[in-house]
T-cell receptor
C-alpha cells in the first residue's frame, strides 16, 4: 500500500530564516505530487505541483520554491521566511489522471 | 481554470438529523468530484467521490449526488453522529499541463450537537 511521509511535523522559525520541508511517497511510482498551504481556519491553497522529476509548476507567486530531485520526493523551500508563510503545509500525491489525492500528515509552520 | 463554490460555510445539526453540503463548479469539462473530511489539526481524508458518468453514490450514511447539467454536486450525511463534526471540502478536478489538479471549495464546518 502507498504511504506518504512529511517532516518535520511542527516547526517554529524566525522571520528571514530559510525553510526546507520534505515529502516522500512509498509504494507507488511516477506519482503526481502537490504542495498545499492551509492558513488557520481556511481552505486549501495549491502552491506547487509536479508531474515528474524536475518538473514543477507554480500556482501562486510567492517567496517559496519547490523541487523534485527524485521520483517520490518533493521538497518545499524558502530562502527567507515571511510572517505570512505561517500555516499548515500539506503534501499530497495522486496517480496520473483524474484520481483522488492523498494527503500527508502535514507540517505546522509558525514564523515568529 | 476551475472555480468551486461551497455552501454553507458553517452548519449545525442535532445528532441524528441529516446534513447537506452543496457545491457548484464552473468548468463543464470537470469529471471527478471528491469530498474530504478534515478533523481539527489533521490532514484531509477522502470520504467519498463521484465521477461524471454517475449521478449518485452511497457509502453507508454518506451519499453524493451530481447534476452535470446544472454543474452542482452535494454531500448528504444521514443519521449524523458527534464524530461527523469536522470541516468538509468538496473539490472538482481540473486538467491542465498534464496534471489533474483539484480545485477545492472553501470548506463547511459541520457541528453535530449531541
Amino acid at each position: 500500500s502507498q504511504t506518504i511521509h512529511q517532516w518535520p511535523a511542527t516547526l517554529v522559525q524566525p522571520v528571514g530564516s530559510p525553510l526546507s520541508l520534505e515529502c516522500t511517497v512509498e509504494g507507488t511510482s511516477n506519482p503526481n505530487l502537490y504542495w498545499y498551504r492551509q492558513a488557520a481556519g481556511r481552505g486549501l491553497q495549491l502552491l506547487f505541483y509536479s508531474v515528474g522529476i524536475g518538473q514543477i509548476s507554480s500556482e501562486v507567486p510567492q517567496n517559496l520554491s519547490a523541487s523534485r530531485p527524485q521520483d517520490r520526493q518533493f521538497i518545499l523551500s524558502s530562502k527567507k521566511l515571511l510572517l505570512s508563510d505561517s500555516g499548515f503545509y500539506l503534501c499530497a500525491w495522486s496517480q496520473r489522471g483524474p484520481y483522488e489525492q492523498y494527503f500527508g500528515p502535514g507540517t505546522r509552520l509558525t514564523v515568529t | 481554470g476551475e472555480n468551486v463554490e461551497q455552501h454553507p460555510s458553517t452548519l449545525s445539526v442535532q445528532e441524528g438529523d441529516s446534513a447537506v453540503i452543496k457545491c457548484t463548479y464552473s468548468d463543464s469539462a470537470s469529471n471527478y468530484f471528491p469530498w474530504y473530511k478534515q478533523e481539527l489539526g489533521k490532514r484531509p481524508q477522502l470520504i467519498i467521490d463521484i465521477r461524471s458518468n454517475v449521478g449518485e453514490k452511497k457509502d453507508q450514511r454518506i451519499a453524493v449526488t451530481l447534476n452535470k447539467t446544472a454543474k452542482h454536486f452535494s454531500l448528504h450525511i444521514t443519521e449524523t453522529q458527534p464524530e461527523d463534526s469536522a470541516v468538509y471540502f468538496c473539490a472538482a478536478v481540473y486538467s491542465g499541463a498534464g496534471s489533474y489538479q483539484l480545485t477545492f471549495g472553501k470548506g463547511t464546518k459541520l457541528s453535530v450537537i449531541p
